[in-house]
């Protein structure tokens, strides 16, 4: 009678298997999202900044050997002041490759407005337009020189700049207007221009001779101090 008080029914097993919660499927859900401590995300990032302070150090050793290996006239070499006179030289190809690159398409664009002068029996327009338009030009030019106040060749370069873009801004504008006018216009434009390529070269020439007697002078000073010397 004991014994059977003591021993479990199947019945009752089966009530006390229901009630326990299921371990099975709470041991995948804790592998799935294991949790991490913080120490332990360190622990991580440490040795990646260990390892990019080695490269760093690394670079810099093999950086200052081969320093060490290069031979002295290397290092002697003035590379910043030959960088620089690569960043002067390439600059001076730009600007003449822009200044030719200018002139051709103002050569282009007068022919085309010759010959649409011819075609529209308008040849009378040709020589009053440049002649008018090279009269604007010194008048603007009178004007613009006392209105901007600044050094001669600063001033006179962006006097000549402001004059080229009006005169640019007169030939997309006279397509606007009809034959007769067009034509007089186009080649007012080409006058305006066409005067202003002349005031340019005239202001290069001025530039260009005192370059020249500071290249003589200098040129003649060795040659002065090597004949006192004899």
């Given at each position: 009678m004991?014994?059977s008080?003591?021993?479990p029914?199947?019945?009752?097993?089966?009530?006390?298997?229901?009630?326990q919660p299921s371990?099975?499927?709470?041991?995948?859900f804790?592998l799935a999202h294991?949790?991490r401590?913080?120490?332990c995300?360190?622990?991580?990032?440490?040795?990646?900044?260990g390892?990019?302070?080695?490269?760093?150090?690394q670079?810099s050793?093999?950086?200052?050997?081969?320093?060490?290996a290069?031979?002295?006239?290397?290092?002697?070499?003035?590379?910043r002041?030959?960088?620089?006179?690569?960043?002067?030289?390439?600059?001076?190809?730009?600007?003449?490759?822009?200044k030719?690159?200018?002139?051709?398409?103002?050569?282009?664009?007068?022919?085309?407005?010759?010959?649409f002068?011819i075609?529209?029996?308008?040849?009378?327009?040709?020589?009053?337009?440049?002649?008018i338009?090279?009269?604007?030009?010194?008048?603007?030019?009178?004007?613009?020189?006392?209105?901007?106040?600044?050094?001669?060749d600063?001033?006179?370069?962006l006097?000549?700049?402001?004059?080229s873009?009006l005169?640019?801004l007169t030939?997309v504008?006279?397509?606007?207007?009809?034959?007769?006018?067009q034509?007089?216009l186009?080649?007012?434009?080409?006058?305006?221009?066409?005067?202003v390529l002349?005031?340019?070269?005239q202001l290069?020439k001025e530039?260009d001779?005192?370059t020249?007697?500071?290249?003589?002078?200098?040129?003649?000073?060795?040659?002065?101090a090597?004949?006192?010397?004899?």
């Amino acid at each position: 009678m004991a014994s059977s008080l003591l021993t479990p029914t199947p019945k009752f097993q089966i009530n006390r298997f229901k009630n326990q919660p299921s371990q099975l499927h709470r041991r995948p859900f804790l592998l799935a999202h294991p949790q991490r401590s913080p120490t332990c995300f360190m622990k991580i990032i440490n040795p990646q900044f260990g390892e990019t302070d080695k490269v760093k150090l690394q670079l810099s050793i093999a950086k200052e050997r081969l320093w060490e290996a290069t031979p002295d006239p290397v290092k002697e070499f003035p590379w910043r002041k030959a960088g620089d006179e690569l960043l002067k030289r390439l600059m001076f190809i730009g600007q003449a490759a822009l200044k030719w690159s200018l002139i051709a398409v103002f050569i282009f664009s007068s022919v085309s407005d010759v010959i649409f002068s011819i075609s529209r029996n308008q040849e009378l327009m040709i020589p009053v337009g440049l002649l008018i338009g090279c009269l604007i030009t010194d008048y603007l030019k009178e004007i613009l020189q006392e209105v901007i106040q600044a050094s001669e060749d600063k001033g006179l370069n962006l006097v000549l700049a402001s004059i080229s873009c009006l005169f640019v801004l007169t030939k997309v504008i006279s397509t606007y207007f009809a034959a007769r006018a067009q034509v007089f216009l186009l080649h007012v434009a080409n006058g305006g221009l066409l005067q202003v390529l002349w005031l340019w070269r005239q202001l290069l020439k001025e530039n260009d001779e005192p370059t020249k007697e500071n290249v003589f002078s200098s040129d003649q000073e060795p040659s002065l101090a090597a004949d006192a010397k004899e």
